[in-house]
T-cell receptor, first 114, second 109 residues
C-alpha cells in the first residue's frame, strides 16, 4: 500500500551514462514533483507536473528530462551524468498544485556518480 | 529574493522541550509547512499554518506570526526517536514551496 514509490532506491553509475528514475503514486493526486537533495540537505525543486502538464521547471540542465505518461507517474531521465549530479532525488505528490496540500514523498533515489 | 532561515543544528535532552525557529521572506505567502526527515528517509508532513497562532498536535505544536515572517515548531516530552532534521517550507504567492535547509535535532539521553 505504498503511497509514492520510486525506483531504484540506489543507483551507482559512471560519469557520462544515461539513467532513468521512475516514480508512481497511488494516492489519486493531481500534482507530482521531482526534488534534488544534495549533501547540504537543501531540497531543491526541479520539476512539477499537474495532470501530466509541466507547471514548474526550475533552472536545471537540459540533461534532465521529466516524462509524465499519466498523472500517476512522473519519471526522470538524466543524460550524460556528471559528478555534480550525485545526490538524493525525491519524488513527491500532492492533491493539487494550487492549494495548501501537503506533499507526500517517496523514499528517495540515492544517485552516486563514479 | 525568497529565503528561509532556520538553525543548522540543535541539541536537546530526552524528556525536555525544544523550540525550532524559522523566519521566511517570500513573494506573497500562502502558509507554512513543517516536515520531519529522519536520516536516510523521506520528509514526512508534520503541520501547516496559515493563520496567526498556535496549532497543537499531540507532542508537537507549530506557531505562526505572519506580520513577523516567523514560525516555530515546539516539541515536548522529547523522545530519542525525535532525532531528525526538521524542515520549514513556506508557500509563496504562486503556491510554490520554498524550503529551508532544515534543522538537525540531536536528542541526548
Amino acid at each position: 500500500d505504498t503511497a509514492v514509490s520510486q525506483t531504484p532506491k540506489y543507483l551507482v553509475t559512471q560519469m557520462g551514462n544515461d539513467k532513468s528514475i521512475k516514480c508512481e503514486q497511488n494516492l489519486g493526486h493531481d500534482t507530482m514533483y521531482w526534488y534534488k537533495q544534495d549533501s547540504k540537505k537543501f531540497l531543491k525543486i526541479m520539476f512539477s507536473y499537474n495532470n501530466k502538464e509541466l507547471i514548474i521547471n526550475e533552472t536545471v540542465p537540459n540533461r534532465f528530462s521529466p516524462k509524465s505518461p499519466d498523472k500517476a507517474h512522473l519519471n526522470l531521465h538524466i543524460n550524460s551524468l556528471e559528478l555534480g549530479d550525485s545526490a538524493v532525488y525525491f519524488c513527491a505528490s500532492s492533491q493539487d498544485s494550487g492549494e495548501n496540500q501537503p506533499q507526500h514523498f517517496g523514499d528517495g533515489t540515492r544517485l552516486s556518480i563514479l | 529574493g525568497q529565503n528561509i532561515d532556520q538553525p543548522t543544528e540543535m541539541t536537546a535532552t530526552e524528556g525536555a522541550i525544544v523550540q525550532i525557529n524559522c523566519t521566511y521572506q517570500t513573494s506573497g505567502f500562502n502558509g507554512l509547512f513543517w516536515y520531519q526527515q529522519h536520516a536516510g528517509e523521506a520528509p514526512t508532513f508534520l503541520s501547516y499554518n496559515v493563520l496567526d497562532g498556535l496549532e497543537e498536535k499531540g507532542r508537537f505544536s507549530s506557531f505562526l506570526s505572519r506580520s513577523k515572517g516567523y514560525s516555530y515548531l515546539l516539541l515536548k516530552e522529547l523522545q530519542m526517536k525525535d532525532s531528525a532534521s526538521y524542515l520549514c517550507a513556506a508557500l509563496d504567492s504562486n503556491y510554490q514551496l520554498i524550503w529551508g535547509a532544515g534543522t538537525k535535532l540531536i536528542i541526548k539521553p
